[in-house]
């Protein structure tokens, strides 16, 4: 071997690419703790790719993207050193070690922090908390909120022919005001008022609760095909034309097979459950 041949005093073979990681890291004035902060991968497995020593590390997915990441930190490009690592890992035969890992994990530096995941846990349950509120505040009252409003209620039933839970009317006469009045229900006091329209055979087909002070106008053909009933009547004003209807029954009390027709609310004979000798029978829910 003649002197032209040798390398050049100082000149080292650089046959590994750990050796060449490191090399960049020391020439950028680089420390291990410096690489593991900007890759967060631990020092420990940094260590272990500059020596090449890549059975220290979980797997060989793992060795490539530590090595890109570490390529990328010092300034060297990351495809070149982990298409090198991939090469080193065949003549080694590496990949003939067990590999125990799932699935390929993506480049450790592009993982999610934890304060990120836990940004996206918390978004998740204030969506679910805020369509859990939407869902309550939009949904009617459902079979069972009736079942239980008419059980309650049941005890202190309005009698059918009890003249005194009739109303009475407030100025004129029924003949005064048009068949197709708008009859309009509201809601006063302080707490919800729940209404129920029944069918001819006293099913409770339609239902909504009332909020304080809200009001309500009874769809034309609801005041045709229903009647009305409710357990608080005290608690209910209806209006036809305008005009003001009496209480249509006891307070606290189930009343049930109102008419909704105008002239019926404005006489005596037509308003509550004096309107029929026999009372539709309670809806079975």
């Given at each position: 071997m003649t002197d032209e041949d040798a390398p050049a005093q100082g000149e080292l073979a650089i046959t590994r690419t750990g050796d060449r990681l490191r090399i960049a890291r020391e020439a950028a004035g680089l420390s291990l703790a410096d690489v593991a902060t900007r890759t967060r991968i631990t020092q420990r497995h940094l260590e272990a790719i500059e020596k090449s020593e890549f059975s220290e590390l979980p797997g060989r997915t793992y060795v490539t993207?530590?090595?890109?990441?570490?390529?990328?930190?010092?300034?060297?490009?990351?495809?070149?050193?982990?298409?090198?690592?991939?090469?080193?890992?065949?003549?080694?035969?590496?990949?003939?070690?067990?590999?125990?890992?799932?699935?390929?994990?993506?480049?450790p530096a592009r993982l999610p922090t934890?304060?990120?995941?836990w940004t996206l846990v918390i978004v998740t349950l204030l969506l679910a908390s805020a369509y859990g509120v939407w869902r309550f505040l939009s949904v009617e009252p459902d079979e069972a909120l009736i079942a239980a409003q008419n059980r309650d209620a049941d005890a202190?039933?309005?009698?059918?022919?009890?003249?005194?839970?009739?109303?009475?009317?407030?100025?004129?006469?029924?003949a005064a005001?048009?068949?197709n009045a708008p009859v309009v229900l509201t809601a006063v006091g302080s707490a919800s008022v729940w209404i129920g329209f029944d069918d001819a055979t006293g099913k409770t087909e339609n239902w909504r609760t009332l909020d304080p002070g809200e009001t309500y106008e009874v769809p034309p053909a609801y005041i045709e095909q229903f009647t009305l009933r409710t357990s608080r009547a005290q608690a209910l004003k209806i209006t036809v034309g305008g005009r003001e209807v009496g209480q249509i029954g006891p307070a606290d009390t189930l009343v049930k097979a109102i008419s909704l027709k105008p002239t019926d609310l404005l006489t005596e004979t037509g308003t509550g459950a004096a309107a029929?000798?026999?009372?539709?029978?309670?809806?079975?829910?």
């Open positions: 993207g530590f090595a890109r990441a570490y390529a990328r930190a010092v300034d060297l490009p990351e495809a070149e050193i982990g298409a090198d690592v991939r090469r080193e890992l065949e003549e080694e035969q590496y990949g003939a070690r067990p590999a125990y890992e799932a699935y390929e994990p993506t480049d934890a304060r990120l995941a202190s039933e309005a009698p059918a022919t009890d003249a005194s839970g009739t109303a009475a009317v407030k100025g004129g006469n029924a005001v048009p068949a029929s000798p026999q009372a539709a029978p309670k809806a079975k829910r």
